[in-house]
């Protein structure tokens, strides 16, 4: 593990630097961090930059929070102060997460929150949330009860949209990575929350928007100091507590023509799909036929096609699902997609995956995609996309499901040299080998199958 200072420390070295080897500002910065580098100590989390300020370094973001506390403690605050200095801890924070750490370390989270408390002018409450979304991007420890508490009884008795969204801005940056924080947004009721600011606020775009990216960060398994998480939990009390489906779906009419917005709606939809009769509920909505329909409406945008293709991947779990794709033209649809952005990876890795997914033991919607001409793309993604593990791994995946219980097209693929395309995938990623094999196996190539243990007395190789 990589060895790591205090800020303190490293500021003490370039102030030495300055002092004793008359070095000027950036000699000294550049001396210290070679010589911390050369120890081998992660500078990853020290901010390299400072102000002089009487003959003291000083960084810029501890100037503005000195001088914020200075301005919150007179009577009444000096709302002019607030909203600079507010401006100021925001651009810092926003650098990176080395000053948002610097500023967390220096008690910027406090600071803030107890600004929120001094005043209620509408604009100094909009300078200090935005502050408080840019200090913790990416410090969601910085949350702690009273704070969220305050946060969510606010939301309820505002009424400015501008203010909403930055509070659910707020929320979202400090679930992200953090599962604790999750389950404590979800038994305050956020839930049902944000489903009451999607029925009072649906024409405001950005809330609508904000809403559904904090639904979807609900559903995250992202926090790796936790054995478990409670997404799954997230997005049935999503469903079925706030009626999000239905919500979402009338929402995509709405918002037919802001692709923005409907790409994150088509997002969320992908991630609350996550039981058979949630597949079946969006079938029965109608949500099949709106959802193909925009995709052939913009088949040239990525984004949207992305987001429409992640949609089709997590309800084809459903059969009858799998089946109305098919039936309304969904096979040709992802094969003229996979086509038309067959060099963007991330639409090629979830194109296959929604193709492999669509085609699992079903041997007519293999006829179906390979009529289409699927062969041809899938071939044409394995050589475009020979480094991304990633995408290799679904478009083997695919080929498998393709050629499984449809023996007949093995000459097709063979034809277009995949065997080759699949050794080169099964010799330089490691992580595909399983899938590779798999295709290989099914296509009737010639597969050398390593027997890992023989129960000679022996460990495993790793």
Known sequence: MAKQISQETFDAVVKENMEEFDMSAEEAIEDAVTQFQAQGVNLSNIVRDFVMN????????????????SALESTPVNLD?????????????????????????????????SALEK??????????????????????????????RRILARIKTQQDPGLIFLMV????????????????????????????????????????????????VLTFDDDIRVPFCSSHDHAKLIVTRAGALRRIMEMCKDYINNRTVLGELFATLACLAVRNEFCQEILDLGGLQLILETMEKNLEHSGI????????????????????????????????????HV?????????????????????????????????????????????????????????????????????????LDVEELLQ??????????????????????????????KGEGRQLEQ
């Open 424 to 453: 080169h995938v099964y010799r330089t990623h490691k992580d595909c080998r399983d899938e590779t094999m798999a295709a290989l196996r099914d296509l009737g190539c010639k597969v050398e199958l390593k027997e890992l243990w």
């Open 81 to 113: 102060i607030l909203a600079k200095e507010c401006e100021v801890i925001k651009t810092q924070c926003d650098i990176d997460l080395a000053h948002r750490c610097l500023a967390g370390k220096n008690d910027a989270y406090g600071t803030l929150m």
């Open 169 to 216: 801005h707020f929320i979202r940056y400090t679930c992200i990575k953090h599962e604790a924080n999750r389950r404590a947004y979800v038994d305050d009721d956020l839930i049902q929350i944000l489903s009451d600011l999607l029925d009072q606020y649906k024409n405001e775009a950005s809330i609508v928007k904000e809403a559904c990216s904090t639904f979807r």
């Open 305 to 340: 096609t992305r987001q429409v293709l992640s949609v089709l991947k997590a309800i084809a779990g459903n059969d009858a699902v799998k089946i109305a794709i098919i039936d309304n033209g969904g096979a040709e649809n992802i094969v003229t997609a996979l086509t038309k």
């Open 119 to 148: 005043t209620d002018d509408v604009s100094s409450h909009k300078a200090i949330l935005s502050a408080l979304c840019s200090l913790c991007n990416g410090q969601p420890d910085l949350l702690e009860d009273t704070g969220r």
């Open 343 to 415: 060099k963007h990876s991330a639409i090629c890795e979830i194109g296959c995956g929604a193709l492999a997914a669509i085609v699992l033991r079903n041997p007519s919607h293999s006829k179906r995609f390979m009529e289409a001409e699927a062969a041809d793309v899938l071939v044409k993604v394995l050589q475009l996309h020979s480094n991304e593990a990633s995408v290799e791994k679904q478009a083997g995946m695919a080929i498998r499901n393709l050629v499984a219980r449809n023996r007949e097209y093995c000459d097709i693929f063979l034809e």
């Open 54 to 69: 009487q003959g003291e370094t000083e960084h810029p973001v501890l100037l503005a929070l000195k001088s914020l506390a």
